[in-house]
């Protein structure tokens, strides 16, 4: 008798369990709307200049208050890119374009975030229209000595290393960073102008005037303006990508045939298997595939096919596929930061999986069907990794889960906070925090790190950057795809 009622236990025991892995399977495990708030707050750690009454992150202060000064101009505002204390605006564009192109696509499912991307977004934006129009026929791209900066180890509160400013012209020119200007000051217009018409309206006309310049001023800016962007963001892609990119958005925006025409003049042949700050090919072939998909414009027909050939050297069961994965199931591409390819070509799958379903589009890869469903699940498959779902059982998001990365390669976060440390902790003296085993004092919520090596695994090091250092154009890739899941 007493073995019956244990096998009958067994058998309920048996079953509840298989309806909470059914549940698992169907449903997943992981709270999309909390990583999606914790990964828009991340952006309040990385402010640049005189911080907003809302700033949740309090452990921040006010840093770069005279950014502009030595070139007579004010350059306050902005993020800094990384771990570091400098603004890059090259990678910082390409962060307000995929922000933008993240509440355009997905805004309808972002909630209660909606309102807090948008302030992430109008805090880029604001700092980028000041570098397209401080000063005529000049493009302000960038603020601080990398140099000097990469030699020091202090918050951005003390910084004393030379704010140097750094600008394109037409006799020095920067035809990628001009056109990735160009596009998210378009993007950005396109999220505003329902809201607010004259600041998009703004946004829009500086647009304009930096994608003529981009286009007429032919140039990589990374031969402008050699060490002090090299080799941090080098245009390793040449700017073509950039002009293709920087146009599709001016179409978009104006629908304008002046940009249509030059978007054809440029061609839809080069293909690709990545996407990330430097090489944008791949967004804007799945940008432009919406003149297909949504307006059932058969003008726009190579850029589709352009962007599903980029699909099937992702997909892994693709006979076109080039796309490494690690034994766990993530993307990998490069060694450095590798999650920014991850969640850039994550957010290309999830917005193309949304283009497929509303047209009740198909297409193969040589004999393999792919459906939006497709795209989704590979798409959800990276999301989960990030978030915990992953060998080493880590979360990527700093904040997020019981188990994520403590020694994050950020000196804001890893030195003592004004609040708690008073005093100045100059340039050399940081090194002692950036060297300690101890986990960083400040925890930078929502912030994704480059992540683990292709065998899946991760040692969290601080000096270990191209692993620990969390960065813009990561987290800002990811806002669509958290918005997308967080849904259903």
Known sequence: MGSYRQLNLFKLLFLVCCLFLGSIAVDGNQNYKDALAKSILFFQGQR??????????TWRRDSGLRDGSLAGVNLMGGYYDAGDNVKFNFPMAFTATMLSWGVLEFGGTMGPQLN?????????????????????GKLYVGVGDPNADHRCWERPEDMDTPRTVYSVSPS?????????????????????????????????????KVMQFAIQYRGSYSDSLGSAVCPFYCSYSGYKDDLLWGAAWLYRATKQVYYLNFLNSLGANDGTDIF???????????????????????NFEPYKKAAEEFICRILPNSPSTSTQYTPGGLIYKLSG?????????????????????????????GSVLVTPTTLRRLAKRQVDYILGDNPMKMSYMIGYGGNYPKKIHHRAS????????????????????????????????????????????????????????PATYINAAIVGPLAYFAKS
């Open 48 to 57: 640049s200049g005189k911080l907003a009454k809302d700033q949740k992150v």
């Open 116 to 136: 807090t991307t948008r302030a992430a977004i109008r805090w880029v934006t604001s700092y980028l229209y000041k570098c397209a129009t401080a000063t005529p």
């Open 172 to 208: 020095n020119p920067g035809s990628d960073v001009a056109a990735e200007t160009a596009a998210a000051l378009a993007a950005g217009a396109l999220v505003f102008r329902s809201i607010d018409q004259e600041y998009a309206s703004g946004l829009l006309t500086a647009a304009k």
């Open 276 to 298: 990330s700050w430097d090489n944008k090919l791949a967004g804007a072939h799945v940008l432009l595939s919406r003149g297909v998909l949504v307006d059932n414009n058969n």
């Open 337 to 365: 930061s590798n999650l920014q390819y991850v969640t850039s070509i994550t957010f290309l799958l999830t917005t193309y999986a949304k283009l497929m379903k509303s047209s009740k589009h198909t297409f193969t890869c």
């Open 414 to 469: 890893s030195l003592p906070s004004v609040g708690s440390h008073s005093q100045t902790i100059g340039c050399r003296d940081g090194f002692q925090y950036y060297t300690s085993s101890n986990p960083n004092p400040n925890v930078l919520t929502g912030a994704i790190v480059g992540g683990p090596n292709s065998n899946d695994a991760y040692t969290d090091d601080r000096t270990d950057y191209s692993h620990s250092e």
